[in-house]
């Protein structure tokens, strides 16, 4: 009797660390004071920009910026449209490469970093190039993009 209750003690601790350390990323995760790591946004192109503002408001880029690729690819592979208009007049080509990534040219320290930490691979760059230069200073070629009409 003694043998068997020691045994579930033993389970009843084992449990116990093995749900600490089975959660310990949610409440680790809980107690930082940022819910994402460090996003670098300085690059050229987007030092150069008149406005600092994304192909859509950032709230929506962050939960939604996945769905907006989809759909530009859609559109440009599918139905041929190539540009993109923001609602206060903004145009760019629906281009991963040409696009996002001319003004996120850090990709290591913006996509990368967020994605590393959400758990997240894009396959896209098994195909897709990455306009990347040490220096980032190629990728000021779209800052005029960003110009208000
Ligand atoms: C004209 C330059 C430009 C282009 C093109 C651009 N971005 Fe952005 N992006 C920005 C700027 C500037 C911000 C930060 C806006 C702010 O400070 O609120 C941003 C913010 C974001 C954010 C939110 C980051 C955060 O704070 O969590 C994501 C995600 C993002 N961009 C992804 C993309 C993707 C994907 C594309 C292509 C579909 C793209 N961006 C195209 C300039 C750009
Ligand atoms: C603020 C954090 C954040 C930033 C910055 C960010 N992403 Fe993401 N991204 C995510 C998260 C989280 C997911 C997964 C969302 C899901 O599964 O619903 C994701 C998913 C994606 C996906 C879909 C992946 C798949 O396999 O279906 C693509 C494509 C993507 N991101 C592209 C980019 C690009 C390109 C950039 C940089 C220009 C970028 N993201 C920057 C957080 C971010
Ligand atoms: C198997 C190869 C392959 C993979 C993987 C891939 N793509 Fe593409 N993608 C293509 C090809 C080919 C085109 C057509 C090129 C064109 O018409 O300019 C294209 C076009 C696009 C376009 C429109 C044109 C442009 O210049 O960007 C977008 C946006 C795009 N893909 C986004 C994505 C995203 C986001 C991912 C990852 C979730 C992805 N693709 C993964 C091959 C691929």
């Not at 449990?15 to 946004?41: I, N, Q, R, S």
């Not at 990728?139 to 208000?148: D, F, H, P, R």
Request: aromatic share 6%.
């Amino acid at each position: 009797m003694k043998g068997r209750r020691g045994g579930l003690i033993a389970i009843g601790i084992g449990l116990a660390v093995f749900l600490a350390l089975a959660t310990y990323p949610f409440w680790h995760a809980a107690g930082k004071a940022m819910p994402v790591p460090e996003l670098d946004l300085e690059t050229p192109a987007i030092r150069a920009l008149p406005a600092r503002l994304c192909v859509a408001p950032t709230a929506e880029m962050k939960t939604r910026h996945m769905q907006i690729l989809d759909e530009w690819r859609t559109e440009v592979v599918r139905n041929g449209r190539r540009t993109f208009e923001t609602p206060d007049g903004r145009r760019f080509d629906r281009s991963l490469t040409r696009t996002c990534m001319q003004c996120h040219s850090n990709k290591e320290r913006f996509c990368d970093r967020c994605h590393d930490y959400a758990g997240v691979k894009p396959k896209c760059w098994d195909c897709h190039i990455v306009p990347e230069t040490p220096s980032g200073e190629a990728s000021a070629a779209v800052a005029g993009k960003g110009t208000l009409k």
